[in-house]
């Protein structure tokens, strides 16, 4: 009968200790574990790609806390299933004096009735939620659900703990097949993972099924492919080729190759790179890489990162494609980054230089009695909406720090610069 049973499943932790990658949760001085230690277990959120431990964490908590377990997926649940599960859980509580839990898989799918469904019974104390999702909470969890929820982070199973599941698997593979098989790479099974353990496990169990009936008992990378029939760049995402990739691609858009960029990405995304980390360093290179030569560049990465908090993978590809080739076909500018170096330098050097008075609140009479904010002239006042006064303290005064790009947009704007500040740009 255990033949039948999945690897993943045999594998599956039973207990705090077995749980691979998320000690900050589940270790000795965890939060979990230490809210099932003192008996305070609330409403959770656990968010965290695919194949870090989501289900297999609440299932552990209603075991070491006594509390009866019902699950729902938000894909094929609606508001009657919900209700149905509270009922039950209303009944039970009236014996066992312990909430039930309920485990919600992929919450972000329930849409706002379907969530509201939930808060009577969470705020009664009928259930306690325990809900999964793989989105970011702050945009697929009604705010009212949320603040009744602690909600805490999953991580992906770093390079090394995906080493050790491998072994793991193996190990147990061997022992329930009666077969002796060795692991030449792993790089291979943990590349087509993505990170999520699962699929590795599965993968280990496909690959070694399939050479179980021959000689062949070290598996390599090359066997690895061959099974599942994909060809993976093996991509180490907490290695080297980690920096010198995304390093690749950043040049790529600095130096407005569309081409090369596209290709760095499908390098990071076949390598399992997350997309967060991608669209970060997108919306960094908008700001100093191309600034004001297309100041329309930080709201188009800065969605782009908003966007992929909210789709996840696959489609993630789409959008972090189309908004790496806008960054490499825009005029790029420097300048606002230069700016700021050049001032943060200046702060350093000079130290806390005093406000001018003239540019100072007065909020009091004896403020006003000490000239501040005497001779400030209000801009709106004048034509142009603009008078010439100086704005820095009096020992750097004139000091310039930006100093407009050359591209089509900074140029207008140094013109207008020089005809109002007459000679200072």
């Known amino acids: 009968m255990s033949h039948n049973i999945p690897l993943a499943e045999k594998l599956r932790p039973k207990t705090f200790d077995e749980v691979l990658g998320q000690e900050h949760l589940t270790g000795k001085n965890g939060t979990i574990r230490k809210m099932i230690e003192n008996d305070t277990l609330n409403s959770l959120i656990f968010w965290g ?5 989501k289900t297999t964490l609440a299932e552990i908590i209603s075991e070491k806390s006594g509390r009866k377990f019902f699950k729902l997926s938000a894909v094929s649940s609606g508001v009657k299933d919900v209700r149905e599960v509270i009922d039950d859980a209303k009944k039970l509580n009236l014996f066992s004096g312990k909430s039930p839990i309920l485990f919600i898989d992929e919450i972000h799918r329930f849409n706002k009735s379907q969530q509201d469904s939930l808060l009577h019974a969470v705020e009664k104390g009928w259930i306690v939620l325990i809900g999964a999702t793989t989105e970011n909470p702050s945009f697929e969890v009604v705010s009212a659900l949320l603040s009744r929820s602690q909600v805490y982070v999953l991580k992906s199973l770093s390079f090394e703990k995906l080493e050790e599941l491998a072994d793991i698997s ?58 599942l029939q994909e060809t993976m760049a093996l991509y180490d995402k907490n290695g080297e080729q980690h920096y010198d990739i995304i390093s690749a691609f950043i040049k790529s858009m600095r ?3 569309p081409n090369a960029a596209v290709y760095w990405l499908a390098r990071m995304l076949s390598g399992g ?20 030569a297309n100041p329309n560049a930080l709201v188009v990465a800065n969605n782009c990162f908003q966007a992929v908090n909210v789709i996840g993978n696959p489609e993630s590809r789409i959008i972090l494609s189309e908004t790496a080739v806008y960054l490499a076909v825009s005029p790029k500018s420097n300048s606002t980054y230069l700016a700021i170096d050049h001032a943060l330098d200046l702060v350093k050097k000079t130290g806390n230089l005093p ?19 005497k001779d400030y002239d209000y801009a709106h006042s004048h034509a142009g909406n603009f008078v010439f006064q100086e704005f820095l303290p009096e020992e750097i005064r004139g000091t310039k720090f930006y100093e407009p790009g050359n591209n089509s947009t900074e140029n207008k704007i140094l013109e207008e610069l020089k005809r109002k500040w007459r000679g200072k740009y």
């Open 49 to 53: 790609p695919p194949g870090t431990g």
């Open 170 to 227: 193996l190990a147990r593979y061997n022992e329930d097949e009666g077969t002796g098989f060795k692991l030449k790479d792993k790089e291979a099974f943990i590349q087509y993972s993505g990170g999520d353990a699962r699929k590795l496990i599965n993968s280990v169990e496909i690959v070694l099924n399939n050479f179980k009936n021959s000689k062949k008992k070290e598996i390599s990378n090359e066997d690895v492919l061959s099974v």
């Open 255 to 257: 130096g407005s190759d």
């Open 273 to 292: 790179e997350d997309v967060k980390f991608i669209a970060r360093r997108m919306l960094i290179l908008a700001a100093e890489d191309i600034g004001l």
């Open 355 to 373: 406000v001018p008075l003239h540019l100072r609140n007065a909020p009091t009479k004896l403020m006003k009695e000490m000239n501040y904010g």
